[in-house]
């Protein structure tokens, strides 16, 4: 079982946020063109890559299936976004799905917008009601790849930063470390929030949930998120041609390549949903002559 963070890791975790924040808007006083053009690169690359395909589609959601080396670079990709380790996101995220917008939901907007946005970071897991919010999930703990990239994250995560600091200077540390992991942050966090509160509704759910199709298009599709609510198992989230969702292409892609199977999506025309590219079934061999 995980534990809850203690007060130090809290502690730990606010400093942290502070100097985060602090970075960002230091940034702006050593601009350089090449490197926010490089932070936005990279804030799209681990956040649609490693958080939304592999965290969110992946993993959590089982929307499709790919080979262990594609497994592995998107979540290689997701620790370099500073979300934490695939056996702890998924932990909290199956949590949000499980009870969206109620006592148990741990981000949501009806116990206030700033607490689904960032306060619930330090309250997630230490409320005492919500002793499954502890459990990890068993199927990723069963999962070798999990497990490591789970025990690798603080290693990949700070000695990543440490390499950029290393390799580009004060300059590159401040927009490819902290600015383009604070917008990676509020990004991913406005997805709890912002799409728990405002936007276009497509689907009639019990929960809270928005889609945001303008935002969509800078997160990689998660800002579809009353889709998304509404076809959680689905590897697409737009429902409409013009809904920007980049995961969705990037999946899509993969699938083209042969390095996806079994993508589930929701079709709008059935109603239901499909899957693409099925892996295919091996054929067993004929037995020898004789036997
Ligand atoms: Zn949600
Ligand atoms: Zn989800």
Redesign the pocket.
């Known amino acids: 079982m995980l534990k809850p963070p203690g007060l130090l890791f809290l502690g730990f975790a606010a400093a942290l946020l502070a100097a985060l924040h602090a970075g960002a808007f230091a940034a702006f006083f050593h601009f350089e063109a090449g490197f926010f053009l490089a932070a936005l690169l990279l804030w799209q690359a681990t956040g649609i890559l490693g958080v939304s395909v592999g965290y969110?589609?992946l993993l959590?959601?089982r929307s499709f299936e790919c080979p262990r080396p594609i497994k592995w670079v998107l979540l290689f990709l997701a620790g370099l976004a500073g979300q934490l380790g695939p056996i702890r996101w998924v932990r909290v995220?199956?949590f949000?799905?499980a009870h969206s917008d109620t006592d148990l939901d741990p981000h949501t907007p009806r116990r206030g917008f700033w607490f689904a946005h960032l306060a619930w970071l330090f309250q997630a897991g230490r409320r005492g009601n919500e002793p499954a919010l502890q459990e990890p999930p068993a199927d990723l703990l069963a999962d070798p790849d999990c497990r490591f990239f789970e025990r690798a994250y603080p290693f990949l995560f700070y000695g990543s930063l440490a390499a950029i600091g290393w390799g580009w200077g004060w300059a590159g540390f401040l927009w490819l470390g902290t600015f383009r992991l604070a917008v990676t942050l509020h990004s991913i966090l406005s997805i709890n929030s912002v799409g728990h509160v405002f936007g276009r509704r497509d689907f009639d759910l019990p929960d809270d949930s928005w889609n945001l199709r303008l935002w969509a298009a800078f997160t990689g599709g998660e800002a579809l998120h009353n889709n998304?609510?509404a076809h959680?198992r689905s590897a697409r989230f737009a429902c409409r041609p013009w809904e920007p969702d980049a995961g969705w292409l990037a999946i899509r892609s993969l699938a083209a390549l042969g390095l996806a199977w079994n993508v589930r999506y929701y079709d709008p025309v059935t109603g239901s949903l499909a899957i693409l590219r099925p892996r295919p079934q091996s054929i067993p061999l004929p037995s020898p002559a004789g036997t």
């Open positions: 969110h589609r959590n959601h995220h199956r949000h799905h998304h609510h959680p």
